[in-house]
């Protein structure tokens, strides 16, 4: 019967991540997947966790289903982070708000509603983008295609190619963005060219889809979301997809959201409606363990400034891993203007590594890194910086 079913090539990021697990050498580095790892090399538990922890451990509550929305104070606190602190939109009711199986959860949810009301749009993601996107929308049947966003020649974003292309694209076309620490380039907009694409979005009636998963590791946790705030004040209707697996290193909890911002609260019921139907009929409801986490923290004063001072570690330390690499490239081959990764921001580095490199760096100096030349940062730690610098070196 199921003779019919095909061999899956497998995901090319998590399949890396299996290799390495079962790599037996004790200098291996991972810098494949996107995980925050500490100076010691280990994923950390945040201490702003650990007391939620503590905390949601004394409930004597039987464990029930949560609603298909999810936990409202978590979708409550998902809006603050987001939107801002009694941001009026919210006050006004026209965002509505959905906990999700982590940020993938919320593009798929996204994704099928809008694809059920605008059947005949396409969708459009950056050129690279994480390779997910692309499959989790054509997944809701959409049609999918690329716009410019990084020159290779230049190592750098290419704003002009996005923003003329973006200026081409039929109104309502969905337009996937990332508002901060673009996956894989870490190339990222300024404000000022945001302000253009959102004039962009605006004139050309575009429907926007931001996948935000890194809120804080590149600038800060408010400037991160300049492009949330400024679309809004734009006054468009969008979709904002979030994940809480990066900033609380909650990885396996699938802690995420999604938010439709619309025009007015009784258009904002019936999106929540609608991704409530799209919940149900993908997995029901979402689970209640990780959520309780993410709301005890940012609930609580305490907690949620512990936290914050949390995501500030990790940002600076990502960046001066950033900063030692330069540096160790740059000792090893002083001809290369290696200065793009220092203009690169979050948890990743982009480099042009060819796929044979990628797998001399794995065979012979066991660092691991996807084959698209991304890096991931955050797997940098003053133990390991100096070798890694020296193997890309050696391969490149
Ligand atoms: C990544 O880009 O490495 C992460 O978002 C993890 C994943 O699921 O791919």
Redesign the pocket.
Known sequence: MFNVLSAYAG?P??SLQLAYRDDARADKTNL????YYDDQGNVPRLKSVIEAQARVAQSTQPSMYLPMSGDPAYCKVSQALLFGQDADVIKQGRVATIQTV???GALKVGSDVIRRFFPAIEARISNPT???HRAILEGAGFKVDTYPYFNRDTQRLDFDAMAAALRQLPAQTLVLLHPCCH??TGADLSPAQWDEIVDIIASRQLIAFLDT?YQGLGEGLEQDAYLIRALVKANQSFLVAN?Y??IFSL?GERCGSLSMVCANADEASRALGQMQQAVRRNYSSPPAYGASLVQTVLNDAELNALWRSEVDEMRVRIQSMRERLHQGLCAAQPNVDWDFLLAQRG??GYAPVLAAQMNRLRDEFGVYI?ESG?I?VAGLNTGNVDRVARAFAAVL
């Open positions: 995901d990021i998590l494949s997947i996107g995980l982590g940020g993938s994480w390779d997910n996956n894989p998963a994940s697996s990066k990885y948890m990743f996807i991304r991931c």
